[in-house]
T-cell receptor, first 113, second 112 residues
Framework: GAGVSQTPSNKVTEKGKYVELRCDPISGHTALYWYRQSLGQGPEFLIYFQGTGAADDSGLPNDRFFAVRPEGSVSTLKIQRTERGDSAVYLC???????????FGQGTRLTVV | GENVEQHPSTLSVQEGDSAVIKCTYSDSASNYFPWYKQELGKRPQLIIDIRSNVGEKKDQRIAVTLNKTAKHFSLHITETQPEDSAVYFCAGVDDSSYKLIFGSGTRLLVRP
């Protein structure tokens, strides 16, 4: 597609469940970012991929969060044993490389009830 | 690593006035500073960016200035219009890992 695509757009899950959030970056973009945005806050860095490898995962809040990008394109953010505090909009962005414009997806709104 | 601070958190201006949003960063090696605009319920979109080899960049009513010595950069919007109302985020690139770090955002309200 022409832009970054995220699915699902909305996800409601029960506390303790496992969720997967998907990001399809712009074709050819080697850099891929995951951010979490709570209401009224800026995007909070979670993890950054350069190609298939996680160049920086220092923003993942704990070991319940994990992300993969096995073929250097689509990425999946995985959250185990979800907690109500995980509720937020999860944004994915991609760019041609570092220091270039990052394009955002529309986000996945995760609600943990 | 990079830390970006942004202020003010909210800004209200009269239509036609100018608006200025300021950010400071911590990583002296950072060399790329984008600004994003996010309208309610929508994704952040780049409006302007600046690299460390220039001190100012302008695009119509929007300009960004960079002071590398002081480690701060600012967004200037002139002749503000109601459609400029949104949340604006500055960002810096962490030079060690190249991750993009955002400020906390400024909610701009342009009063008609």
């Amino acid at each position: 597609g022409a832009g970054v695509s995220q699915t699902p757009s909305n996800k409601v899950t029960e506390k303790g469940k496992y969720v997967e959030l998907r990001c399809d970056p712009i074709s050819g973009h080697t850099a891929l970012y995951w951010y979490r945005q709570s209401l009224g806050q800026g995007p909070e860095f979670l993890i950054y991929f350069q190609g298939t490898g996680a160049a920086d995962d220092s923003g993942l809040p704990n070991d319940r969060f994990f992300a993969v990008r096995p073929e250097g394109s689509v990425s999946t953010l995985k959250i185990q044993r979800t907690e109500r505090g995980d509720s937020a909009v999860y944004l994915c962005a991609s760019s041609l490389g570092s220091n270039t414009e990052a394009f955002f997806g529309q986000g996945t709104r995760l609600t943990v009830v | 690593g990079e830390n970006v601070e942004q202020h003010p958190s909210t800004l209200s201006v009269q239509e036609g006035d100018s608006a200025v949003i300021k950010c400071t960063y911590s990583d002296s090696a950072s060399n790329y500073f984008p600004w994003y605009k996010q309208e309610l319920g929508k994704r952040p979109q780049l409006i302007i960016d600046i690299r460390s080899n220039v001190g100012e960049k302008k695009d119509q009513r929007i300009a960004v200035t960079l002071n590398k010595t002081a480690k701060h950069f600012s967004l200037h919007i002139t002749e503000t219009q109601p459609e400029d109302s949104a949340v604006y985020f500055c960002a810096g690139v962490d030079d060690s890992s190249y991750k993009l770090i955002f400020g906390s955002g400024t909610r701009l309200l342009v009063r008609p």
